[in-house]
């Protein structure tokens, strides 16, 4: 096997447990990785400490964004090392694109269901369709720049 394949093997392995660890965490460290990430950008953006009423404000408004954000990104950069395998296994053809959907569409199930057996977690379908959607983007950016990379190496 060559050495770039296998390192975008250990990168996919890489990011699946990332994905996983994520995961892995109880309802209430979730939720507070959340909070803390609304909290930091939120006192970046405005230099300055908060008050607790404006971080229960700010976590109330932008939580649900900020989640299905990192679900969105997290499998976003799985479908662009995942595509990045196939298209050197199957080339840049709509056989590996697929396969990149369905690599990434099973692994986000596969997430959803390992959330039934953590403590306060739950499986949504809308998650899987958040997942599968970040995944889709970034194949189809890929797919798409290396097709017209190709026609104008062509010309």
Same mark, same amino acid.
């Not at 447990?17 to 909070?35: E, G, L, M, P, Y």
């Not at 959803?112 to 599968?132: K, P, S, Y």
């Given at each position: 096997?060559?050495?770039?394949?296998?390192?975008?093997?250990?990168?996919?392995?890489?990011?699946?447990?990332?994905?996983?660890?994520?995961?892995?965490?109880?309802?209430?460290?979730?939720?507070?990785?959340?909070?803390?990430?609304?909290?930091?950008?939120?006192?970046?953006?405005?230099?300055?400490?908060?008050?607790?009423?404006?971080?229960?404000?700010?976590?109330?408004?932008?939580?649900?964004?900020?989640?299905?954000?990192?679900?969105?990104?997290?499998?976003?950069?799985?479908?662009?090392?995942?595509?990045?395998?196939?298209?050197? &296994? $199957?080339?840049? @053809?709509?056989? *590996?694109?697929?396969? #990149?959907? %369905?690599?990434?569409?099973?692994?986000?199930?596969?997430?959803?269901?390992?959330?039934?057996?953590?403590?306060?977690?739950?499986?949504?379908?809308?998650? &899987? $369709?958040?997942? @599968?959607?970040? *995944?889709?983007?970034? #194949?189809? %950016?890929?797919?798409?720049?290396?097709?017209?990379?190709?026609?104008?190496?062509?010309?």
């Amino acid at each position: 096997m060559k050495i770039k394949n296998c390192i975008n093997i250990a990168l996919i392995i890489i990011w699946l447990f990332v994905i996983f660890s994520f995961s892995a965490q109880d309802s209430k460290k979730s939720r507070n990785t959340s909070d803390q990430v609304i909290i930091k950008t939120a006192e970046t953006i405005k230099r300055e400490e908060l008050t607790e009423n404006e971080k229960k404000l700010l976590i109330d408004k932008y939580l649900v964004t900020v989640r299905k954000s990192a679900h969105f990104f997290l499998y976003f950069i799985l479908g662009i090392l995942s595509f990045l395998l196939a298209k050197r &296994i $199957c080339g840049n @053809t709509p056989v *590996a694109f697929i396969y #990149t959907i %369905i690599f990434c569409f099973i692994y986000a199930c596969s997430d959803e269901i390992h959330q039934l057996f953590i403590n306060g977690r739950t499986a949504r379908f809308f998650d &899987i $369709c958040v997942d @599968t959607c970040g *995944a889709t983007l970034s #194949t189809t %950016i890929l797919f798409t720049v290396n097709k017209i990379k190709n026609r104008f190496k062509k010309v």
